[in-house]
T-cell receptor, first 116, second 111 residues
Framework: EPEVTQTPSHQVTQMGQEVILRCVPISNHLYFYWYRQILGQKVEFLVSFYNNEISEKSEIFDDQFSVERPDGSNFTLKIRSTKLEDSAMYFC??????????????FGPGTRLTVL | DAKTTQPNSMESNEEEPVHLPCNHSTISGTDYIHWYRQLPSQGPEYVIHGLTSNVNNRMASLAIAEDRKSSTLILHRATLRDAAVYYCPPRSGAGSYQLTFGKGTKLSVIP
């Protein structure tokens, strides 16, 4: 069964450093998403991406964050200058379509980001 | 903003059926109702979805109220592996992509 994959599974970084989290969405999917979950809290939406553009972003997704689809398979989340409060699990998701039977989002296993 | 209401926690004995309710009174007429679950230290896992009719798949059944203001996820025989937090996240609003996860229902399965 196709699945979303994410690398690395765990990333440790120093405050102020840049990190790139990588995702490989399901191959025929066209919509891509990033969510995050701070330990013990709810899963929060960050951004959605379609047709090489951001479709929607939350208040969390400020200028420190960016997303990119550098090639036909990868989808990345970059945090330019990490802060302690960026420590969280980051989940990538993808869906085939939107607003129909095909809009189910499938999530990856997550990357645990620890900022020291 | 769309909102759902779920019990904070539920308990079930192993091998017994479990009915997990969700109220989604603000859901739009065209939005599908999705259920996900999250096992400890894992990403949300898709369980099932439907629009108006009841749905079955290998994991669970979904019963949708006629007015679509509520739904019930049914696990026919709970196993220890079903212990997780269950969510019925609505979309944030009309035309929105984002799923709004609440606290969900934490299901404990007793051996």
């Amino acid at each position: 069964e196709p699945e979303v994959t994410q690398t690395p599974s765990h990333q440790v970084t120093q405050m102020g450093q840049e990190v790139i989290l990588r995702c490989v969405p399901i191959s025929n999917h066209l919509y891509f998403y990033w969510y995050r979950q701070i330990l013990g809290q709810k899963v929060e939406f960050l951004v959605s991406f379609y047709n090489n553009e951001i479709s929607e972003k939350s208040e969390i997704f400020d200028d420190q964050f960016s997303v990119e689809r550098p090639d036909g398979s990868n989808f990345t989340l970059k945090i330019r200058s990490t802060k302690l409060e960026d420590s969280a699990m980051y989940f990538c998701a993808s869906s085939e379509g939107l607003g129909s039977f095909t809009d189910t989002q499938y999530f990856g296993p997550g990357t645990r980001l620890t900022v020291l | 903003d769309a909102k759902t209401t779920q019990p904070n926690s539920m308990e079930s004995n192993e091998e017994e059926p479990v009915h997990l309710p969700c109220n989604h009174s603000t859901i739009s007429g065209t939005d599908y109702i999705h259920w996900y679950r999250q096992l400890p230290s894992q990403g949300p896992e898709y369980v099932i979805h439907g629009l108006t009719s009841n749905v079955n798949n290998r994991m669970a059944s979904l019963a949708i109220a006629e007015d679509r203001k509520s739904s019930t996820l049914i696990l026919h025989r709970a196993t220890l592996r079903d212990a997780a937090v269950y969510y019925c996240p609505p979309r944030s609003g009309a035309g929105s992509y984002q799923l709004t996860f609440g606290k969900g229902t934490k299901l404990s399965v007793i051996p």
